[in-house]
Each structure stands twice: as structure tokens, then as C-alpha cells.
């Protein structure tokens, strides 16, 4: 796969004798392009490659047949008008406008109106600019795309690297990216199983390119991503959160998915490895509400994730587990913690008369023989509490 914008960039599109599928990017090209031109116009429309084979055509009977006036227009670089008497003579052919492709100053491959002649000529040039244009487009995306796959392998090896070697940092030189830099790492992650449509990519890569050159967008995986920012030029927490929103909304509306986020301290580039592990960490936190959490935000949090999920189910075995069948004493304790030990709040939260709420802590009390009244007794609550609302995401 060609990287580089050079003359060659033609036979990625032409060749035959190229390994690696790029007839079949022609193909491809060639295929999304006469299902766009149909929309406009209703006249017949083949495209025809270098060998004068037509690989797409509004009649797909017609594909893979051979074109002899194709053959003409191309090596003569010049639009060759094909009239009813010429049909008899030419293989393959009908009346109509045949035009050479150009791209990067070379013809790479011919497309055909079919019909008269003069009924179709005021379509001919306009459809020629439109093809070379749509072409160029079509190369430069995947261009793109093949430098992002390229970005991705790196950052992958990066995440797997303990430490730098000469071979990793002549990479590194090779696509400009600095390293040794200090680093904020954001994993986000798209709510979904679907696979997440190219154009949202491009979405999220024009962003972060927006924001500092040097930071780095990658596709994590089926539907997450790594943004590796420049730490010294990403501003406040508060800028960054904002940052984070804004593209949170792009590109919810771009896929049509909700989108979460978590976010590490700042780290060397050394620690890529460690900081990710602390966005990782954060984005279990902020999968369940869909927002943008901060590693350096969590507390206990970062001593539950380290606990395992046998030492979690003992710990529950030996605190509420009288609790979990009945739904509505855990909602009330739940909702009791959440309301900072209020009363008056909790009851109005759970649309209960005060004296309820009484009646379901004491029988919260008897269940599990723990005290929400001493301290002691109440941690050990809220630690269960909290336990089970992580063992059971």
C-alpha cells in the first residue's frame, strides 16, 4: 500500500500487474461512482480501465466485457466520439462519448456515455471533471486511512513497549511523533457492537488535529479510541473537560452513539503504558453514565478496582447478602447513602413516608445485624453498597 504522493500514485490506481488489491480499489471506486452519477442522469455510464475492460457500468451485464474504443481513448489520451457505423467495427462498443480519466497527469482509466452523440455531449466534460475529482477524493481517503492504520500500529506498539529501543524511536522519527513528550492518554469507547462507520473516524481525527498537531488520534479496537495529547499544550482541567464535551457531541451525532471517556493524569511518554491503564480504569467508571471521567478524580474507586471479584463476593457474603433478594431495601439503602444520611431527602426521594423509611432501616438493621447509627457499622455499609454496584456492572 502506497504511502507517499508521488507519480506512482496513478498505477496504484491502474496497474494489473500490482499486488495487494488495487485493481480492486478501481473497482470499488469505479462502482460508488456510477451509483452516485444513475441519481443525476439516466443515460448509460461505463468506466473502462487501461486494458479495456469495463469494471462498472450502469448495466452490470456489461462488466467484464471488452471495450476496443476504450483502449483508443486511453492511449490517445483524447475524447473519442463513437457513432452507430463505428459499432459494427469496434468490439464491444455502442454509440456514445468515450473520455480518458486523468489523475496526477496520467490517464487511469476511461468512462463512457452511452447514446448519441450529440445528446449526450453536454453531459461528457461535466461528467469527466466530476469522475477526476471523485477519483482524487476517493485516493486521498484512503491515503489517510492507510497513515492511520499506520499510527495505529505504532501507538500499539507503543502500549506494549516497557522500554524505548532504537528500532521503536527510528519509527517514532519516521512519522514525527515525538515521544518523549508528556502525555495526557483519553480512551473513549462508542456504546455499541456495531462497527463504527469511517466517516466517524475522520470525524474524530480532524478534531484532535484541530486541537494541536502533535496529538494523536487511534482507532482502539472495534469500537474505542486512544487521543495521546501533548500535555504542556492542553490547557486547564476545565478547558480540557469542555474540549472533551465538544467532541463527545461530535461524534454522538456523527455514529448515532452514545460515547464515554476516561481520562489519565499526566505521564512521560515512557509511562504510555501506565497512563493508559489509568484511562482504561476510568472509562469502567464512566461506561454505566456515559460521561467523561478523570483518573485523578477517583478515590475509592481506585481501591475497588484492585480488589478481586472472589474477595468482592466474600465481602458481600458477609455483609448485606441477607439484602439481595428484596429490591427495595437495597434501592432504600442505596438512596440513603446517596442522600448524604438525610432523612428527610431520602424519604422524598423514594416517594415514602418518613416512618417507611424508618420501618426499612430497622429492618435493614435486623437483616444484615449491622448498625447504620455507629460508624463503624455504617462504612462497612457503604463499602457493601459500593462493592456491589461494581459487581454487578
Not at 496513478?10 to 500490482?18: A, E, F, G, N, T
Not at 495487494?20 to 470499488?28: E, P
Not at 420501618?359 to 437483616?367: G, Q, S
Amino acid at each position: 500500500m502506497r504511502l507517499s504522493f508521488h507519480r506512482g500514485a496513478s498505477k496504484y490506481l491502474s496497474s494489473p500487474y500490482k499486488k495487494g488489491g488495487n485493481i480492486m480499489q478501481l473497482a470499488a471506486v469505479a462502482g460508488k461512482l456510477v451509483h452516485e452519477v444513475r441519481k443525476l442522469i439516466e443515460e448509460e455510464i461505463i468506466i473502462i480501465d487501461h486494458a479495456g475492460t469495463i469494471i462498472a457500468s450502469t448495466d452490470s451485464s456489461r462488466i467484464g466485457s471488452y471495450h476496443e474504443g476504450a483502449i483508443h481513448a486511453f492511449n490517445n489520451r483524447e475524447k473519442l466520439i463513437i457513432n452507430k457505423q463505428d459499432e459494427r467495427s469496434w468490439k464491444g462498443v455502442k454509440a456514445g462519448i468515450n473520455l480518458p480519466i486523468f489523475f496526477n497527469q496520467e490517464a487511469v482509466c476511461v468512462i463512457g456515455i452511452t447514446g448519441d452523440p450529440k445528446h449526450v455531449s453536454p453531459y461528457a466534460e461535466l461528467l469527466k471533471k466530476m469522475t477526476e475529482m471523485f477519483i482524487q477524493e476517493s485516493y486521498h481517503i484512503e491515503q489517510a486511512e492507510s497513515q492511520s492504520r499506520l499510527m495505529e500500529f505504532f501507538v500499539f506498539e507503543w502500549h506494549q513497549l516497557q522500554t524505548f529501543n532504537e528500532h521503536f524511536l527510528q519509527k517514532a522519527k519516521l512519522l514525527g511523533v515525538d515521544v518523549h513528550a508528556d502525555r495526557i492518554i483519553t480512551l473513549g469507547e462508542f456504546k455499541t457492537e456495531e462497527i463504527i462507520e469511517p466517516h466517524v473516524w475522520r470525524t474524530l481525527q480532524i478534531y484532535i488535529r484541530q486541537q494541536h498537531p502533535n496529538d494523536i488520534a487511534v482507532r482502539w479496537g472495534r469500537n474505542q479510541f486512544v487521543i495521546l495529547s501533548i500535555a504542556d499544550f492542553i490547557g486547564s482541567k476545565n478547558q480540557q473537560y469542555k474540549k472533551l464535551c465538544k467532541l463527545q457531541k461530535k461524534l454522538e451525532e456523527s455514529s448515532g452513539y452514545k460515547v464515554c471517556a476516561g481520562v489519565s493524569s499526566r505521564a512521560s511518554g515512557s509511562a504510555f503504558r501506565s497512563a493508559f491503564f489509568k484511562a482504561e480504569r476510568s472509562l469502567k467508571i464512566s461506561f454505566p453514565s456515559s460521561g467523561i471521567i478523570f483518573d485523578e478524580d477517583l478515590k475509592l474507586e481506585v481501591l475497588l478496582d484492585e480488589v478481586t471479584a472472589e474477595i468482592k463476593q466474600e465481602y458481600l457474603s458477609r455483609t448485606i447478602q441477607e439484602l439481595l433478594p428484596n429490591e427495595e431495601l437495597l434501592k432504600t439503602l442505596s438512596m440513603y447513602f446517596a442522600c448524604d444520611l438525610s432523612l428527610k431527602e431520602t424519604a422524598a426521594a423514594l416517594h415514602i413516608h418518613i416512618n417507611t423509611l424508618h420501618y426499612r432501616l430497622k429492618r435493614i438493621e435486623d437483616l444484615t445485624r449491622l448498625n447504620p447509627r455507629k460508624l463503624a457499622d455504617l462504612v462497612t455499609m457503604y463499602l457493601a453498597v459500593r462493592v456491589l454496584d461494581k459487581h454487578t456492572k
